[in-house]
């Protein structure tokens, strides 16, 4: 399983910091966690295109995190080869009103030559070609959802969440955490900082912490992390 680290910053514009999203293969699949501004772009940056991939997840509905869902639908219709394979979209509850309110508004992100499934999966395991997708409610907006991607290894996704006890059910034991934490300290409804994160990973003890969707105030944070927290780059790539 390798997991590229696509972006790891938030809505807020950055030349450092795309929004954060990231690519996960695994078997032969890809699969997109979250498609925010510019990701599209950023895919491209990376010798990858539309049409490579397999699955998207979107984890909540805000702009950071779907603004370049269109782009890339568009582009699966009117890039230099129309899309032929099939494409799957994992949302959170309310994911088929989102994406009916979309494609009203931009009536082109129909698939024109490929099969396009929409699959709701607020909290349950769905088996895609053998990989397990897995996915909890968490502490943000009602249609917010954590992810977990399995396939001999396990790697899991917050999303944007604040602290829960199922949270720490739902890392325990995960090989790879790629977790928002927006603020080293800063306290803000439906986010985590450090405290609040360290209490989860003290909790569910994942073998692998990595710090992303973070704000501008990480510029200034001062303090050292220590194993098993390290703090994300764009560009970053882990091997599982």
Same mark, same amino acid.
Request: charged share 25%; proline share 5%; net charge positive.
């Given at each position: 399983?390798?997991? /590229?680290?696509?972006?790891? #910053?938030? +809505? ?5 910091? =795309? ?5 996960? !293969?695994? &078997? ?20 990858y295109s ?45 994911? /088929?009103?989102?994406?009916? #309110?979309? +494609? ?5 992100? =129909?698939?024109?030559f490929y099969?396009? !499934?929409? &699959? ?121």
């Amino acid at each position: 399983m390798n997991v /590229k680290i696509l972006g790891t #910053g938030t +809505s807020i514009p950055s030349l450092k910091r =795309l929004s954060s999203s990231y690519l996960v !293969t695994t &078997k032969g699949y890809r699969i997109l966690i979250d498609v925010g501004p510019s990701v599209v772009r950023r895919l491209l940056e990376f010798d990858y295109s539309v049409n490579d991939i397999d699955l998207i997840i979107i984890t909540h509905f805000h702009v950071d995190h779907t603004a370049d869902l269109s782009t890339f639908l568009f582009a699966c219709n009117y890039g230099i080869e129309p899309r032929r394979k099939p494409l799957l979209l994992i949302g959170g509850p309310g994911s /088929k009103k989102f994406f009916k #309110g979309l +494609s009203a508004i931009y009536p082109w992100v =129909l698939p024109n030559f490929y099969k396009l !499934t929409l &699959k709701v999966l607020a909290r349950g395991i769905y088996n895609f070609h053998g990989i397990s997708i897995e996915t909890v409610r968490v502490n943000h907006n009602s249609e917010s959802i954590a992810i977990k991607i399995s396939h001999e290894k396990s790697v899991v996704f917050s999303g944007d969440t604040s602290y829960s006890r199922n949270l720490s059910r739902f890392f325990n034991d995960a090989d790879l955490l790629i977790t928002e934490c927006s603020f080293p300290e800063r306290k803000v409804k439906g986010h985590l900082n450090l405290a609040m994160l360290q209490r989860i990973v003290d909790e569910a003890r994942p073998k692998r912490v990595i710090l992303s969707h973070l704000y501008p105030d990480w510029d200034d944070f001062k303090g050292v992390l220590h194993e098993p927290f390290l703090l994300a780059e764009d560009g970053m790539e882990i091997e599982l």
